[in-house]
């Protein structure tokens, strides 16, 4: 009989329907389907997808039995009977004219009689002592005609292979070849077996360690850009109790007809209270009061004497209106009528002129539109906070109907959750020329805003009597930072990183003036994990500038933060103890507080000003550039004696003056800039070229010995544009063994340094930001500890890290073009220097021994990541 010569297992087949598919095509065509998740030796035929490492596979490979596509019983339900298998014979491309079939050696060998299976002939002793994988590896074994025996081996036995897990000195002293487990797929693939492996990770990690490693990477490259762009796209702040908004497809009483005659009536004599209760009593969903009505209520409310209790209810009148009738679900009329309410009353131009009035009377400022009462009466102060909590309530309702599905419309409005054009968030903070960018006129007054709550809260020692508008305004950037993004993700990636980049760098600008106490608060309590990681980011960094350690604008990875925010707390420790979170904002050439110090005319010092100090040629050159290309080391004292000058300051190209100064061999004018504090950035680079090479590509080996004196060995690890580092520029010994003997000397000096920190305030700022930066990047770009062996991300992560074992980072981004993968590759080769103790060991005394909270809470995390980097290095 047919059924007797075609007997069917499945495997890797994911897809519910699919698979159905294939089963009923089997039994159409009187075959059999064997069900289970472990290999039948009844089974004639297996039916994968693609090339698994799983046992169903492996074994039927070592039984010799077919492994075909589920084409192969597609077309063959189309054909009416069975087809020949060859055509669908599983193969694995290896990019050269042939494909490589992997079953194809041992099934001709078994159908010809040559072998019976892959292992005849094999008497193993299996020592594996967890059970079921025992079990799991004996089945593979029996599939190939292996005889398999347990521990203890019988008296009059013999066996060919001891195969053990772990190896032990136990396992060797039989008298017979002792081998891993994974030597069973090398037997069956050979060479070939780096082309077995696959995402689906079915068997134990003994089998997965068996040389799996891509050739060729371009397929990991893929997979990598997918994995970024499923985390770049995952829902962001998932409000799992919202509301308890209207369920369209749940029945609810609908009002019906209501005169609201008399509400109008009552308000024109002045009877607010009772058009209140009127109106309470007729909210249902689907019934919207007169917009008329409830604007004369605001405008009541906003006058100052309307009572605690009125103010109450008219929240609970606002708030019932909003969960019985959520704009996010009903037609753009629901849309306008929420827009014309919310808004001031008198001058109607709109939510956000309404939003700042609020804002601003919450913090004591003067309103934007009208003035109210003064000061601040407590019922107003409640009222307006409320107010602001209902409209964060209501675009929090729209960024739900866009990112988790939860509020599904009803057919008859004709809306999809992605339709956004008419969306209150767009018309409240962007205007329809402003929504390609993120920072609109009015985020930019939201920011400030911000800043302004942040100041208040810090006077207040209490945290319960902080004010409330501080969380509020935080809520309200997250969710409008997750919209714009959400909009925009999938039309242009590239204008969202822009987006948030420009939203960051000008938050950083204007939170120059705030406490170091402040910041690292501020970035703890924002919501958006996307927002909290670049805000950090941004702060950090400018937190470092602004005190003489500059760490780069490139984009942020594990590898950034180990490299060079770790040294950077270091420069904070140290730094001295009136050093602040900012000075301000820079102009091109000097510091604004420089220009408002020396440029007056009733200055003192004014003829200790050098001449042409605040002018700027075509190339963005400033004087203090100029003076040390010509080596005139008095214009260079004079201006850094100055207060407030910015020592780093670049022109149009990005060369700073100490660049100026190694390229055209000004000793004096360097030994200045090093003696300056803050200290100048030495490891800052223009097209690949730091300040050390470019004195060496210039030949003045004295500016270079200067530099590593002063900054130690860690200017030998920088490379160019071309991967060269100083020590490739010098092709003498003599000369080399100099700059070894320079580092050394300052390596010495840096060591011998004082533990004490000096500025313990700024250090915990700089720790509290780069803890919050690690966690969040985690969070964010998917980086786990360690994981489950079926969890597909650690897998494409064990893959990854097994290529980083076996080959450079620059061999397998080699040709890549995705930069979003290729620092994901630098994570993970990161992550393996840290378990390695690569940058814990260089990170400075100080900061080490530093007692601070937050400092002791980085170094739990930093521990904590190379633990993680020990199990998943453990896991190879």
Not at 731 to 755: K, M, P, V
Request: with cysteine; net charge neutral; hydrophobic share 40%.
């Amino acid at each position: 009989m047919e059924s007797c010569t075609h007997v069917f297992q499945i495997s890797g087949i994911k897809n519910r329907d699919k698979k159905k598919a294939v089963v009923q095509g089997i039994l159409q065509l009187g075959g059999k389907y064997i069900g289970g998740s472990v290999y039948k030796c009844a089974s004639t035929h297996l039916i994968i997808p693609q090339v698994l490492s799983s046992e169903k596979f492996l074994a039927a490979c070592a039984a010799g039995k077919w492994v075909v596509t589920p084409n192969y019983v597609l077309d063959s339900v189309k054909n009416g009977s069975w087809l020949a298998e060859e055509p669908y014979e599983i193969s694995i491309s290896t990019g050269s004219t042939s494909d490589f079939y992997p079953v194809r050696q041992w099934r001709e060998k078994v159908t010809s009689g040559r072998l019976t299976g892959a292992f005849q002939g094999w008497k193993v002793l299996l020592m594996v002592q967890e059970p079921t994988r025992w079990a799991m590896f004996k089945r593979l074994l029996r599939a190939g005609k292996a005889k398999v025996y347990h521990c203890p081996l019988p008296s009059n036995a013999s066996v060919t292979h001891v195969m053990a897990k772990p190896v032990t000195e136990d396992s060797k002293s039989h008298n017979a070849p002792c081998y891993p487990v994974s030597f069973i797929v090398q037997h069956l693939f050979g060479r070939n077996c780096m082309d077995i492996y696959n995402l689906q990770d079915e068997l134990p990690v003994e089998i997965r360690k068996a040389s799996f490693v891509d050739a060729d990477f371009s397929r990991l490259e893929v997979e990598l850009r997918e994995y970024v762009l499923k985390q770049e796209g995952w829902p962001r702040l998932c409000f799992l109790e919202f509301l308890g908004y209207n369920d369209p497809h749940r029945p609810q009483s609908q009002a019906t007809e209501t005169d609201f005659t008399n509400v109008g009536s009552m308000i024109e004599c002045g009877l607010f209270i009772e058009a209140l209760d009127s109106i309470r009593s007729a909210v249902y969903p689907g019934l919207l009061p007169p917009a008329a009505y409830l604007v004369s209520l605001v405008e009541y409310a906003q006058q100052g004497s309307a009572t605690s209790v009125f103010l109450r209810n008219f929240q609970q009148v606002m708030n019932n209106l909003l969960v019985t009738n959520p704009p996010w679900l009903a037609p753009s009329s629901a849309k306008k009528y929420f827009a014309q309410v919310l808004q001031c009353p008198r001058c109607k131009t709109g939510m956000w002129p309404f939003l700042e009035t609020a804002i601003s009377y919450c913090l004591s400022g003067e309103a934007t539109c009208h003035q109210l009462p003064g000061p601040a009466l407590p019922t107003l102060l409640h009222f307006h906070s409320d107010i602001l909590a209902l409209v964060l309530k209501l675009f929090q309702g729209e960024l739900h109907s866009i990112t988790k599905g939860d509020f599904v419309l009803s057919e008859e409005t004709g809306l999809s959750p992605s339709s956004s054009s008419g969306s209150l968030l767009y018309g409240t903070f962007w205007t329809v020329w402003e929504r390609s960018t993120l920072l609109s006129r009015s985020v930019k007054q939201l920011l400030q805003h911000l800043i302004q709550a942040a100041n208040e809260g810090h006077t207040v020692r209490d945290r319960r009597q902080e004010p409330r508008i501080l969380q509020t305004l935080l809520d309200f950037l997250s969710v409008l930072v997750e919209f714009w993004c959400k909009q925009n993700f999938k039309l242009n990636q590239k204008l969202v990183e822009k987006g948030l980049r420009d939203l960051t760098e000008h938050f950083a600008v204007i939170s120059q003036g705030l406490s170091p106490m402040i910041l690292p608060d501020l970035v703890s309590r924002t919501h958006s994990t996307r927002l909290k990681l670049l805000i950090a980011d941004a702060i950090f960094r400018d937190l470092c500038t602004r005190n003489g350690f500059t760490v780069g604008d490139d984009p942020l990875s594990l590898k950034k933060m180990m490299i060079s925010y770790l040294p950077a707390l270091g420069s904070l420790a140290k730094s001295p103890t009136d050093a602040r979170i900012g000075t301000g904002p820079t102009s091109q050439g000097m510091s604004c507080s420089t220009e408002s110090s020396v440029g007056k005319e009733t200055n003192p010092e004014k003829e200790n000003i050098p001449r042409g100090l605040h002018r700027v040629n075509a190339a963005g050159e400033t004087l203090l550039h100029r003076a040390c290309k010509r080596n005139q080391v008095e214009t260079v004292l004079q201006i850094l004696a100055l207060p407030g000058t910015d020592v780093n300051v670049k022109d149009y190209a990005g060369w700073t003056p100490l660049h100026e100064a190694c390229n055209h061999g000004s000793t004096a004018c360097v030994e200045a800039l090093l003696r300056h504090r803050p200290t100048p950035v030495l490891n800052s680079q223009v097209g690949g070229v730091s300040p050390v090479h470019d004195a060496l590509l210039n030949g003045h080996m004295d500016i270079a010995k200067m530099l590593l004196e002063h900054a130690g060995s860690v200017l030998l690890q920088q490379t160019d544009g071309d991967g060269r580092t100083a020590l490739d520029l010098v092709f003498s010994l003599n000369q080399r063994e100099e700059l070894l003997h320079s580092a050394q000397i300052g390596d010495a000096s840096l060591r011998n340094e004082a533990t004490e920190v000096l500025n313990l305030p700024l250090l915990e700022a700089g720790s509290s930001l780069l803890a919050q930066l690690i966690i969040s990047y985690q969070r964010e770009r998917g980086l786990q500890g360690r994981a489950q062996p079926d969890d597909k991300p650690y897998s494409l992560g064990c893959r990854l890290l097994r290529a980083l074992k076996e080959h450079s980072l620059q061999r397998v981004t080699a040709g890549w073009s995705d930069q979003r993968a290729v620092r994901l590759v630098e994570d993970a080769e990161a992550l393996l220097e840290l378990c390695r103790g690569r940058y814990l060991g260089q990170m400075c005394r100080a900061v080490i021994e530093c007692k601070g909270e937050n400092t002791l809470f980085l170094m739990a995390i930093l521990k904590d990541l190379k633990s993680q980097g020990e199990a998943l290095h453990a896991d190879l």
